[in-house]
């Protein structure tokens, strides 16, 4: 049971262009949602976070929307660097600042210089 | 101001041996977290501790796996008998508990190939 369903396995952009990287989910008590980066064989990097009273957050070249109502989570990277080429979990948990996470399979963008 | 810490980065093993995965939490991070990501797939919990406790455990297989997070000591990771479907990449994350963020600081993982 995928609670947490990023369903674009890849994603290539071209550099300078808006990457948008989408995160769906099914759990109702999910009230907390993260992104993390992560490049091939190191650990996940926390990116970017958002609560569920809110639905947006930015921070520099990197922002979240929030749709509650459609249980639809997105990052947009803009514009989209070739050091941005990793692959991006989205993670959300229950019961706010529970850290315990419930990760998506990743989408592995690729920025084209 | 080291970051999260695991070794060792490559463990090979045959079927039938122990695994021994350990993790040094950032420092003064009290709360540590086990991942395990198999190939083509998200990471997914396996256990949450504090020193000395194990808060929760719902993600750890019923057999063969245990955790620990002794008073003194990184937290260890233990896999008995070994078999083919563990090979995974095992990731460790910490935090300093008592702040509501949600944000865990993972190593940079430890990948177990089974043999």
């Known amino acids: 049971d995928q609670q947490v369903k990023q369903n674009s396995p890849s994603l290539s952009v071209q550099e300078g262009r808006i990457s948008i990287l989408n995160c769906d989910y099914t759990n109702s008590m999910f009230d907390y949602f993260l992104w993390y980066k992560k490049y091939p064989a190191e650990g996940p990097t926390f990116l970017i976070s958002i609560s569920s009273i809110k639905d947006k957050n930015e921070d520099g070249r990197f922002t979240v929307f929030l749709n509650k109502s459609a249980k639809h989570l997105s990052l947009h990277i803009v514009p989209s660097q070739p050091g941005d080429s990793a692959v991006y979990f989205c993670?959300?948990?229950?019961?706010?600042?529970?850290?315990?996470?419930?990760f998506g399979t990743g989408t592995r963008l690729t920025i084209i210089p | 101001n080291a970051g999260v810490m695991q070794n060792p980065r490559h463990l090979v093993r045959r079927r039938g041996q122990e695994a021994r995965l350990r993790c040094s939490p950032m420092k003064g991070h009290s709360h540590v977290y086990w991942y395990r990501q198999l190939p083509e797939e998200g990471l997914k919990f396996m256990v949450y501790?504090?020193?000395?406790?194990?808060?929760?455990e719902s993600g750890m297989p019923k057999e063969r796996f245990s955790a620990e997070f002794p008073k003194e000591g990184p937290s260890i990771l233990r896999i008995q008998q070994v078999v083919r479907g563990d090979s995974a990449a095992y990731f460790c994350?910490?935090?300093?508990?008592?702040?509501?963020?949600?944000?865990?600081?993972f190593g940079e993982g430890s990948r177990l190939t089974v043999l």
């Open positions: 501790l504090q020193k000395e406790n194990i808060i929760d």
């Open positions: 994350a910490s935090s300093p508990g008592g702040i509501d963020t949600g944000e865990l600081f």
């Open positions: 993670a959300a948990s229950a019961n706010f600042g529970n850290e315990k996470l419930t």
